[in-house]
C-alpha cells in the first residue's frame, strides 16, 4: 500500500494501543476528525485496520486468540498497573477464584504479600506464581491442561470448582463487545469462567484497554454479572453508559 507518513503513524499508534478512538487518534496526530476518518476509511479498505463506533482497532480472528507470550508481552504496561489496582482492593483473610489469562497471572504476582488468602484457580501459572507465598494456600483444580498456556479446561474442572463459595471471582477475558457481551475463543475455557462466576460472591474483571471493542467467538457472560472492572484507560464509547447501566463500578488505573 503507498500510505502516506500520516497513514504509518496512524497504524502504529494502532498497533500500540490495539484500539483507540478517532477523537484520540485526531489529538495525536495533530489533524482534524475528518482527515483521521478518511485515512482510517482508506486503510480498513485495504485491511490494515477495522472501524467500529467512535474508533478503529487491528484485524482480528473472532476464533483464534494470540499466543500465551505474545499475550504476556502486549500491554505488559497497562496490565501491570490493573494488576497492582486489583491488589490493593483485595483484602487479607479471603477466598478468590481466579481463571485462565495473563492479566491474572500479572494480578498473581501483586497478590504475593497478601496473608491469608485462599486461591482456587484452573490457571497453573496463577498456581506457580502464588506458590512461594507461605501466606497463601492454592487450591488447583483437575482436568485437561491445555499446553500452549497451562491452563486447565473441561468437565472435572468445572465439578471441582462447583463445590466452592469465594468471596472474589478475578477474572479476564479476551473481548467486551459493544452490546456489553464480554466474550472470549475457547468454549472449554469460557464453560469453566461461567462457572467461576457462579461461584463467586463479588465478581472483577481485569480487562486493559484493548479489550474494549475487540471480538470473540464465545459468550461468556454479560457486564451485568460483573460487580467492578479493573482497566488501564478509560473506556470507549459506548462502554460508558453500558457500565453505568450494569451498576459496575469501574477502577482505572494509568499505566
Known sequence: MNSNPRQLQLVEVVRARGSVSVEALADQLGVTLQTVRRDVQRL???GLVVRFHGGVRLPG???QN????QRVSLHAAGKAAIARAVASQVPNDCSLLINIGTTTEA???ELLGHKGLRVITNNLNVAAILSPNPECEVIVAGGVVRARDLGIIGEPAIDFIRQFKVDIGLIGISGIEADGSLRDFDYREVKVAQTIIECSREVWLAAD???FNRPAMVQLATLAQVDRLFTDQA???PFPQLLQDANV???VAPP
Request: without cysteine; neutral net charge.
Open 44 to 46: 480498513a479498505d485495504e
Open 235 to 237: 473506556p470507549p464509547e
Open 249 to 251: 463500578r469501574s477502577m
Open 61 to 63: 480472528s473472532t476464533t
Open 107 to 109: 494480578i498473581a504476582r
Open 209 to 211: 484497554h484493548s479489550k
Open 66 to 69: 494470540l499466543g500465551h507470550q
